[in-house]
């Protein structure tokens, strides 16, 4: 059958507007399939951030957590205690800080700071103990006793402030140079912290005449002059001395003089009071 010559070619044109239709429609399927696959990535990307951002924000407020338990166990050990500062019976100085032993009118003082744990403390006092008590009870020499939680700080404990303080609770009752004397007879190794035991320190006051009372138990066991003790220990940071014991004879440090003696200590002593 003859088509005649216009529709010869037609079958062909038509083929080609087949396979164009085709080519588009494979475009812009795959165009789909690509914008599909970004919008994917895209909600991927934006889980990923808010997780990244959340483990950040955990890690922040871990790292603020730990932060503050180290600052809260270092304030503990910086010789600060919480409540009123409470000074002992006729304590000295600035915040009372200072517990004298010997004549108000004495011309020269002796100014001692000192921790009961401290074993150089233990060494300075068995050495100059009865040079100190025979300057004292002759009026020729007032000793200020200072004292402070340097071990607490360096070996961990609380022997050091207990002891201070039962020592406070000891000039209440007016025994603290006896009692003072007691403790560091009966001093522990550095590395035991059996002062931090109350029990223990009432036990030693049996050992001074008259000290073991309900008062002084009670003052002990309530730690009523703990922050007194901190304050102390402040005052002795603020002051810069490098350890324990410090030994100042009228505001000059004589136990960094390594030529030091008990006798050339009574002797400037006796020079001290001619000259004034």
């Given at each position: ?162 002891s201070a303080n039962a020592a406070a609770c000891a000039q209440d009752a007016g025994k603290f140079a006896e009692y003072h ?61 490098s350890g324990t014991p410090t030994v100042l004879l009228d505001g000059k440090n004589i136990y960094q003089d390594k030529t ?17």
């Amino acid at each position: 059958m003859d088509l005649g010559p216009g529709r010869r070619g037609a079958p062909p044109r038509f083929v080609l507007r087949s396979v164009s239709e085709k080519n588009r429609e494979g475009k812009r399927t795959a165009r789909e399939r690509l914008a599909v696959e970004r919008e994917k990535q895209k909600t991927a990307d934006r889980r990923r951030r808010t997780l990244i951002v959340g483990a950040s924000v955990v890690c922040v407020l871990g790292l603020a957590a730990v932060i503050g338990v180290v600052a809260a166990n270092a304030g503990k050990n910086d010789g600060k205690e919480a409540g009123p500062v409470v000074a002992p019976s006729g304590a000295l100085g600035k915040d009372g800080l200072a517990i004298p032993v010997g004549k108000e009118n004495a011309k020269s003082t002796l100014t001692v700071w000192e921790d009961f744990r401290c074993p150089a403390c233990k060494s300075f006092e068995l050495a100059y103990r009865p040079t100190l008590h025979e300057l004292s009870r002759s009026g020729q020499l007032k000793i200020e006793y200072h004292l402070v939680t340097l071990i607490d700080g360096n070996m961990g404990g609380t022997g050091s402030r207990n002891s201070a303080n039962a020592a406070a609770c000891a000039q209440d009752a007016g025994k603290f140079a006896e009692y003072h004397d007691v403790l560091f007879d009966n001093q522990p190794q550095e590395t035991d912290d059996a002062f931090a035991d109350n029990g223990k320190l009432i036990e030693l006051a049996g050992k001074v005449d008259g000290l073991d009372t309900p008062a002084f138990r009670g003052c002990v066991e309530d730690g009523t002059h703990h922050s007194w003790v901190g304050k102390s220990q402040e005052a002795f940071q603020k002051g810069g001395f490098s350890g324990t014991p410090t030994v100042l004879l009228d505001g000059k440090n004589i136990y960094q003089d390594k030529t030091m003696t008990p006798a050339k200590l009574k002797e400037m002593v006796r020079k001290a009071n001619q000259e004034q």
